[in-house]
């Protein structure tokens, strides 16, 4: 059995899993994500690879790191990362090396949660995978005849920055009308809103799944209330689908995927976003009769990244 240790970093947390090459994590940990980021976070990566290491009394040689960010494509630097402090630019493998004995690889957290469940959850029997994480923002990956693209630089597959509306939403990449700000976390709460503005009378039974107001309701509260046939709540999920296959449409055409796979916090919701998405991809789609990918939500949950970075440390 070839056991790894998978690290992925987030904003706010750490989880740090033992993999074996079945895809079963055997043992695992958890951290809070220190503020200040930079060697006080190095230093803590090298704590759980070390604490997890002792767990399993086994000294363990393929090691993955996944955070958020644009990263190397010798896969040790993190070029940008997004969410975490005093990262940018430093090579972790380099830094890291001397504090667990052994090299680590730096994978983006999108690639490595999409090859978790390419290896090992809702991807097993694809070749050619689009990968989304429908969250704040929009991650995505690529899978191409059974292996991650990385594009020339280690930054493909930014499909939250694809622009879908020349005169849309600012972005926070300074572009107009990006993939994401019709399809994430922060639209789907727009698309709420924008329906609750054309039927006010309907929104009481909706806010009382947060704390009665607009401000308090998240897209957790947003997609149990859909799937207990909440009529605002479907409306913004049906949007929001709709939206997600009209990009769709483009990048099917471009690489010919033959699987769809939808992660992140907006895709909890399942098939009240996936089946709107599929109509929508259907109705969009260039070259009528075209063999058309399916679209299904991921199965890992939370141990895709991982998992995947723990196995894509092993080759």
């Known amino acids: 059995m070839s056991l790894a240790i998978g690290i992925d970093v987030g904003g706010t947390k750490l989880l740090g899993g033992v993999v ?13 994500t220190p503020r200040e980021g930079g060697k006080a976070l190095t230093h803590l990566v090298a704590e759980l690879v070390n604490q997890l290491q002792r767990d ?39 830094e890291l090396e001397p504090l667990i004995g052994s090299r680590i690889i730096v994978e983006n957290d999108a690639n490595a949660a999409c090859w ?5 959850g809702a991807g097993r029997n694809s070749r050619n995978m689009i990968f989304f994480i429908l969250g704040t923002g929009m991650g995505g990956a690529l899978i191409v005849d059974g292996q991650l693209f990385r594009g020339a630089h280690g930054t493909a597959a930014e499909f939250g920055h694809m622009r879908v509306n020349a005169n849309g939403p600012l972005c926070g990449c300074g572009a107009r009308g990006c993939f994401e700000q019709y399809c994430a976390g922060p639209a789907l709460m727009r698309h709420v809103e924008e329906a609750i503005a054309a039927a006010p009378e309907r929104a009481f039974e909706l806010l009382r799944y947060g704390d009665g107001t607009l401000e308090g309701l998240t897209g957790h509260h947003v997609s149990a209330a859909a799937q ?6 479907t409306t913004a999920f049906k949007l929001t689908g709709e939206w997600l296959g009209f990009g769709l449409a483009s990048l099917v055409v471009i690489l010919d995927p033959d699987l769809i796979v939808l992660g992140g916090g907006v895709s909890e919701a399942g098939e009240i976003l996936a089946a709107p998405a599929r109509e929508s991809l259907a ?27 723990a196995d894509l440390a092993r080759g």
């Open 56 to 94: 399993v009394q086994e000294e363990i040689s393929n090691i993955g790191l996944s955070a958020a960010g644009f990263v190397s494509a010798d896969r040790e630097r993190m070029l940008a990362a997004t969410n975490i402090a005093g990262w940018t630019g430093v090579n972790l493998a380099e």
């Open 228 to 233: 207990a046939g909440d009529r605002i709540a």
């Open 20 to 32: 074996d090459d079945e895809g079963r994590v055997i043992a695992r940990l958890r951290r809070e």
């Open 116 to 120: 978790g469940e390419y290896r090992y």
């Open 283 to 309: 109705r969009n789609a260039s070259f009528s009769g075209h063999s058309l990918p399916n679209i299904v939500t991921a199965q890992m949950g939370n141990d895709a990244g991982l998992v995947g970075v």
